[in-house]
């Protein structure tokens, strides 16, 4: 029994404890090292669509690697969205190329859906490099999946009258599926897509920041016509807009998700 509890605990990453046979000698079991170093994983999860899981994901990355930090979307949702961000011309040919991490700029990547999530984080240990991590909407192993790994889970909303009950129904789920005292954060929550102007959005906002209190990160990021024309592009939206109020929130929450990466993500002077 010994080998296959020795098994669940890697695979479960379980810190601080060992399993100790009382049958064979004793001898000091190996600690289990720290896994994927350097690798920062974000999920970014939401059990709502439209709420734009596959764009924060592409230009997160791209907001990070902007800045010197290789980055990577890795797209697990079938729907496979994270490379029509990066001007790949169809899943299939994005998969047959050998490199797993197809580089579309500077310091940053996607990895369409179908590759190996694992393989592709074990290439990019060691590296300091941010990994966001586009889920499917309904639950599924690779949600569960996701949600159990990731350093940091971010969670998208849309300024909405649901929020309360998007925001219930995510702590549940994440009561069931993520082990908060084995990470360093709890989920935080962003809201995407705010239009100031109306009050419903206002509102919204009001209730969101009154349940997540400091998990809700800030500043919301602003709804921008330059978003869905970047995407009938093929482009992450700081190539076309690059001075917009959208570009300088994702940018803003990209500095939140990577404080470790500080001195690297911060603007240019």
């Given amino acids: 029994m010994a080998p296959d509890i020795d098994r ?11 399993y100790r046979d009382p049958v064979v000698a004793r001898s000091p079991p190996a600690r289990v090292a ?6 920062l994983i974000v999920a970014i999860a939401s ?3 439209g709420v734009g899981r596959t764009m924060l994901a592409a230009n997160l990355a791209s907001a990070v690697g902007r800045r010197g930090v290789p980055a990577v979307a890795i797209d697990l949702d079938p729907r496979d969205g994270v490379r029509l961000h990066f001007r790949a011309a169809s899943a299939a040919a994005a998969r047959a190329l050998d490199a797993p991490v197809q580089s579309t700029e500077r310091c940053v990547g996607y990895v369409p859906f179908g590759r190996d999530p694992a393989g592709v984080i074990e290439t ?46 995510t702590e549940a789920l994440l009561a069931r599926w993520r082990r908060p005292a084995w990470r360093r954060t709890r989920a935080r929550y962003l809201v995407n897509q705010l239009d100031a102007r109306r009050d419903a959005d206002r509102e919204a906002l009001a209730t969101l920041r009154a349940l997540a209190g400091s998990r809700l990160l800030w500043p919301a990021v602003q709804q921008d ?15 076309e807009a690059p001075g917009s109020q959208v570009v300088a929130d994702l940018a803003a929450i990209a500095l939140q998700l990577a404080p470790a990466r500080a001195r690297a993500l911060k603007d240019d002077s």
């Fill in 225 to 239: 016509e330059a978003v869905r024309a970047a995407l009938a592009r093929g482009r992450c939206v700081h190539h």
């Fill in 34 to 39: 720290a896994p994927r170093p350097g690798v």
């Fill in 8 to 18: 669940l605990l890697r695979a479960l990453r379980v810190p601080d404890f060992e």
């Fill in 124 to 169: 990019l240990a060691g590296r300091s490099a941010v990994v966001f991590l586009d889920t499917p909407a309904e639950p599924s192993p690779q949600l569960e999946q996701a949600l159990a790994e990731a350093d940091e889970v971010l969670v998208p909303v849309r300024p909405d009258p649901s929020v309360a009950d998007a925001f219930r129904a």
């Fill in 47 to 49: 059990l709502l669509r």
